[in-house]
Each structure stands twice: as C-alpha cells, then as structure tokens.
C-alpha cells in the first residue's frame, strides 16, 4: 500500500487510531463514569480534551523535530519502529479477543444522573479528563513516539495538506468511538455486546498487520536506497 496519495493517509490513519482507541484504557474508563454522571453530552467533552492534547503534541512534534527527521535514515529507523509496533499491537489485539470484553462498570443513565449532575459538574471538567486520562497512559506516548511519528513523517511530503488528513483522520476515529460508547452507555449495556466488541477488535487487528508490513516495507525500501 502506498501511504503518498491523500485518501491512503486520512483511511489509514482513521483505522489505526481505531484499532489503539478500542482498547480499553484510562479514557475509556473516564468516558463511561462521565457519561453516566451527565449524560452523553460528556463524551464529546471528554472527546475535545483529547483531541486538545493531542493538537498541541502535534505541533511540538512540528516545530521541535523539523530538522533532525528529514534524513532517510531517522525516516527509515521511525518507520521500522513504527511497524513493529504495529505488529505488536496487532499480536496482542489478536490473543486477546477471545476473552476481551469491556470490563468498566456500566449503568443506565437516569434523568437526574444525567441533567442536574451535568449542569453542576459543567462543561470544563470533562475536557480536562480528557486531557489528564489521555497523557495519563503510557501506552499513548509510545504511540507517538513511534507510529505516530512515522505517519507524520509520511504524512509531510504532501505539505500541510497532508498532516491536516494525518490528524483529521486520527481524531475523527477517537470520537467516531467513544461517542459510540457514550451513547450505548446512555441507551443501556444490551445495545452493544461483548461479542459485538471482539468482532471489531479482531477486524482492526487484522487491519494492523497489513499496516505493519506496509511500515516495514517502506522503512527497508529507504535504507536500500541509501545503499
């Protein structure tokens, strides 16, 4: 798969943030107490926190690594990092489906829990749990460091075009989930079930391990070329 034509970085970087978001987290966790606190409206909030951390580590990563990863061989050994994390994570998802379930307390959400509760809560603490449960994990950070940079790096030989559909693709899977699970915990467990759940895991995993072997081969085709 070729990673160079707009759509392949905005699809691909939708999937594989998909496949990191389902996995269960501090995030997730968060998202079910808020949203049984205050109704759905939490999860957007708690979905804006995450994408506010995540556009600032961006533009870090813009403006503090732009000189040091133009050379291939920082691209190549970011790429290879890239997709053996990928092949990790693809390995874990895999072994872990058979018996993976949303293991999170879920209640359905009562008028009062989900109105009176919301307006004393207000809108700036679920946004700050986003933040917090979000740079909490360190799985996050090692998603950056690696995979995340790597489709960065990818992503800027098409210009600012290019890491805006990195980035687009990237938050649109974070809310496309856990707007999803803020609205079944609102509609109730039985709307989405453990089986359910592990179909989608398993699906993504899948998805990781083409994506894997894509990061590999564009990494080993670089060092080639200096070669």
């Known amino acids: 798969m070729s990673f160079a034509s707009p759509a392949a970085i905005f699809v691909s970087s939708f999937i594989i943030a998909l496949s990191g978001a ?76 058979p018996t993976l379930r949303l293991d999170v307390e879920w209640k359905e959400t009562t008028p009062e829990a989900g109105g009176s509760a919301g307006r004393r809560t207000g809108f700036f603490r679920p946004v700050l749990s986003g933040i917090v449960a979000s740079i909490s994990n360190p799985y996050w950070t090692i998603w950056w460091a690696t995979i995340g940079l790597g489709y960065l790096l990818i992503s800027r030989k098409l210009g600012a075009a290019g890491v805006a559909l990195f980035f687009a693709g990237h938050i649109l899977a974070d809310a496309v989930w856990y707007l999803f699970i803020g609205f079944a915990v609102s509609a109730g467990r039985s709307r989405f079930t453990d089986r359910v759940y592990r179909w989608i895991v398993g699906s993504c995993a899948l998805f990781l391990f083409f994506f894997a072997l894509s990061f590999g081969y564009f990494g080993v085709t670089k060092l080639f070329r200096m070669w």
Do not use: N
Not at 62 to 82: C, H, K, N, P, Q
Not at 91 to 97: C, I, L
């Open 22 to 97: 389902l996995m269960p987290g501090p995030l997730l966790a968060v998202t079910v107490r808020d949203t049984t606190r205050q109704g759905f409206v939490a999860a957007p909030l708690l979905v804006l926190g995450h994408g506010i951390l995540e556009a600032g580590l961006l533009a870090l990563l813009l403006l503090g690594l732009a000189e040091w990863v133009r050379g291939d061989v920082a691209t190549s050994v970011i790429a290879l990092a890239g997709g053996a994390m990928l092949f990790s994570m693809a390995v874990g998802m895999a072994r872990e489906v």
